[in-house]
Antibody
Framework: QVQLQESGPGLVKPSQTLSLTCTVS??????????WSWIRQHPGKGLEWIGY???????YYNPSLKSRVTISVDSSKNQFSLKLRSVTTADTAVYYC???????????????WGQGIMVTVSS | QSVLTQPPSVSGAPGQRVTISCTGSISNIGAGFDVHWYQHLPGTAPKLLIF???NRPSGVPDRFSGSKSGTSASLAITGLQPEDEADYYC???????????FGGGTKLTVL
């Protein structure tokens, strides 16, 4: 089945842009009506949804992060990416990419997850 | 403060049955939107346990089951095993806040 792997810098300076990539293997990112998502977990805290990109290309973001987030797909590389602008120490977290299961928003869940990547925001 | 409320912790002895509750509102669980459950061991990828309220993905033991009623949902684990010790999260859709909402997570301790 599909596997996901996050990659990117583990350290980002405050005010800069956090950029992460999720590589999809054992499957094509553009096959089927799949949607893709990013989720994070602050140290010692619960899961926080960041956003997802629908198979149509439409994007939906957590309202609390919407002004700083962009999720995009690069089909030629079988990857999707996350950009989070103007980061602060509050963005320090483990970032997970995930495949979205379900057909409608009300059914959406995350059926395949990457291992996660720890990103620290610090000067 | 999470939109979906879970108990911070539950515990049980090997072989016992435990349940984890997930309480929402009329804009999420109570509106009929599906509830999903994840198992998360620190340092690993979260694992989907239950989707669509009651459905188990292939490979998930039938010791895990989900239910939903009104504005709440529950995850039940029977025949508790030491490897079940993990954090458990519920997730749903909310029509007024965010398309995806998670519970705060419940730490299961196997005594």
């Amino acid at each position: 089945q599909v596997q996901l792997q996050e990659s990117g810098p583990g350290l980002v300076k405050p005010s800069q842009t956090l950029s992460l990539t999720c590589t999809v293997s054992r499957g094509s990112i553009s096959s089927g009506d799949f949607s893709w998502s990013w989720i994070r977990q602050h140290p010692g805290k619960g899961l926080e949804w960041i956003g997802y990109i629908y198979y149509t290309g439409s994007t939906y973001y957590n309202p609390s992060l919407k002004s700083r987030v962009t999720i995009s797909v690069d089909s030629s590389k079988n990857q999707f990416s996350l950009k989070l602008r103007s980061v602060t120490t509050a963005d320090t977290a483990v970032y997970y990419c995930a495949k979205v299961g379900g057909l409608t928003f009300g059914e959406f869940h995350f059926d395949i997850w990457g291992q996660g990547i720890m990103v620290t925001v610090s000067s | 403060q999470s939109v979906l409320t879970q108990p911070p912790s539950v515990s049980g002895a090997p072989g016992q049955r435990v349940t984890i509750s997930c309480t929402g509102s009329i804009s999420n669980i109570g509106a009929g939107f599906d509830v999903h459950w994840y198992q998360h061991l620190p340092g690993t990828a979260p694992k989907l346990l239950i989707f669509g309220n009651t459905n188990r993905p292939s490979g998930v033991p039938d010791r895990f089951s989900g239910s939903k009623s009104g504005t709440s949902a529950s995850l039940a684990i029977t025949g508790l095993q030491p490897e079940d010790e993990a954090d458990y999260y519920c997730q749903s859709y909310d029509s007024s806040l965010s398309p995806v909402v998670f519970g705060g997570g419940t730490k299961l301790t196997v005594l």
